[in-house]
C-alpha cells in the first residue's frame, strides 16, 4: 500500500497551490494522510476530491468546521501497521520518546507543525514529519513524504517538491 503523506498547506494562502509532483503523488496513492493546517474546510473538501481515502487531523490554525468534523490525534490501520497521526508533537528534545509514549501501540507517528520535514526511527517505531508542499519557512525545501506498507512493515521517504 503507498501511502502520500502531506501536512501544513496552508490554503488558501496568496499563490499557495498543491502542484505538479505533489498532486501526482496524492493521485497515486491508495491513501492520503494530512497531519493538520489545512485552514479551511473547503481545502480538506479539496484534497478529498483528487481520490483517494484522506485520513487527517486537525492542526491549530485550522477553522472551527475542520475542528468539529477531524480528531486532534488517531490511530490508522494501513496493511498491518498502526500509525499515530497529530499536528503538533511538541519540542524537539525528547520527541521521538513522547510520541512512542502518545501512540503505545503504533508502529510509527506523523506528525507537522514545523514545517521542518524529519524522519527518526528508535528500534521498530518511527516518527515522520513530511514538511509543507506550499510554505517551507526555515526548511531547505518545499517537500512531503511517501510511505510504503507491506505486511505490517513501513518505509518513509521525503520527496522535495523544489
Not at 7 to 21: I, Q, V, Y
Not at 37 to 60: C, H, L, M, Q, S
Not at 102 to 121: K, Q, Y
Request: hydrophobic share 45%; proline share 6%; net charge neutral.
Amino acid at each position: 500500500m503507498r501511502i502520500a503523506i502531506i501536512a501544513d498547506t496552508h490554503m488558501p494562502r496568496g499563490s499557495r497551490r498543491l502542484r505538479g509532483a505533489c498532486l501526482g503523488h496524492l493521485r497515486a496513492a491508495d491513501l492520503i494522510v494530512h497531519a493538520g493546517d489545512f485552514v479551511t474546510a473547503a481545502v480538506f473538501a479539496e484534497i478529498e476530491a483528487i481520490g483517494p481515502p484522506v485520513a487527517a487531523v486537525y492542526g491549530n490554525v485550522d477553522d472551527e468546521a475542520l475542528r468539529r468534523d477531524l480528531p486532534e490525534e488517531r490511530v490508522v490501520e494501513v496493511a498491518g501497521a498502526r500509525v499515530g497521526l497529530v499536528h503538533d508533537a511538541g519540542a524537539a528534545r525528547g520527541r521521538l520518546g513522547r510520541l512512542r509514549r502518545r501512540f503505545p501501540d503504533a508502529d510509527a507517528a506523523i506528525f507537522g507543525h514545523s514545517h521542518l520535514p524529519l524522519h527518526e526511527r528508535d528500534g521498530g517505531f518511527q516518527i515522520f514529519n513530511p514538511g509543507s508542499p506550499t510554505e517551507r519557512r526555515r526548511a531547505p525545501h518545499r517537500s512531503m513524504g511517501l510511505a510504503t506498507v507491506d505486511h505490517g512493515e513501513i518505509r518513509f521517504e521525503h520527496v522535495w517538491l523544489d
